[in-house]
């Protein structure tokens, strides 16, 4: 159960007290679980326009909620299915994602996340990884996103089995020890040594009236390492790791630095990625190559990896061709 007591009023609204077994997680992400079928969009919305109250109070999307909470949900319709999917998501997903597991055990998967994926579904995105994974898996208990990727970034993601595992990895990312690695393809020779970007990103900034992420005095601390892999003519592979994990972070902290990463149409150099699209470069050049934490219940050290997309590989062949 994801709550000690629930109640209903006469006008639909819900009022859910939360339970020591959903302390610490966040406000947006019990009600993804509490609204089944909502948009996650839809579910933000709700708590921007202050529909939904803890405790009596407005809350925001990325508060923590405690033991004893009082939850007020108002009644939502949810929306039917899409019915080109037939009630589940297309076979193709289907597919994608089971292929997609690189490790699994009674605590935890781990996906390669394939590129074009949303983790999940909302602003017009029916299916996303979370809902094809609960579909094609009825019978399991709980499954939860326990971080996200960008729809276009490929690599690893992990899903919590237990909502005890969910705890302890929130607890894990809270604390800085869960070590996210990333292969980027960047504008530009980066140096020798490491090149860190520490700037704050506001995520909710305004450009041409589309929200967006921006380098601002007024953001949320952001910390990015760019380590140069491999190096071609105009370009290199960045190994990049991240201490924080903010929207769009390694692509707009790449942009800030002058380093714009390959494929990128919202940040990167257009007339760069236009020459790239000639070597075959079909997609955002951002890769989830690795991850890496220390269990704190027991000191089990936890690694995986995700290769390099054949696609994005295959990109870096034409690179080094045309450097011949």
Known sequence: ???????????????????SGSAGQRIDNFLARELKGVPRSRVHRLLRKGEVRVNGGRVRSGARLAAGDRVRIPPVAVDSVDPASGGEPPKGMQERIRDAVLHEDDRLLVLNKPSGIAVHGGSGVPWGVIET???????TAFLELVHRLDRETSGCLLVAKRRSTLRTLHEVIRAGALE??????????????????????????????????????????????????????????AEVSIATGRTHQIRVHGAHAGHPVAGDGRYGDQEWNKALRGLGLKRLFLHASGLRWTDPDNGAEHVYHAALPDELRAVLDELESVAR
């Not at 980066?190 to 953001?219: C, F, I, Y």
């Open 1 to 19: 159960m994801t709550s000690s007591s629930r109640s209903q009023g006469r006008n639909g609204v819900r009022h859910v007290d939360v339970d």
């Open 133 to 139: 994974l609960r579909a094609i898996r009825p019978g």
């Open 180 to 237: 996210k690695r990333y292969l980027a393809l960047v504008k530009g020779r980066l140096p020798k040594h490491p090149l860190p970007v520490e700037a704050r990103l506001d995520r909710n900034a305004r450009r041409d009236g589309e929200r967006t992420v921006q380098v601002s005095a007024e953001g949320q601390a952001a910390r990015s390492v760019f380590r140069r892999s491999e190096v071609f003519r105009e370009a290199t592979l």
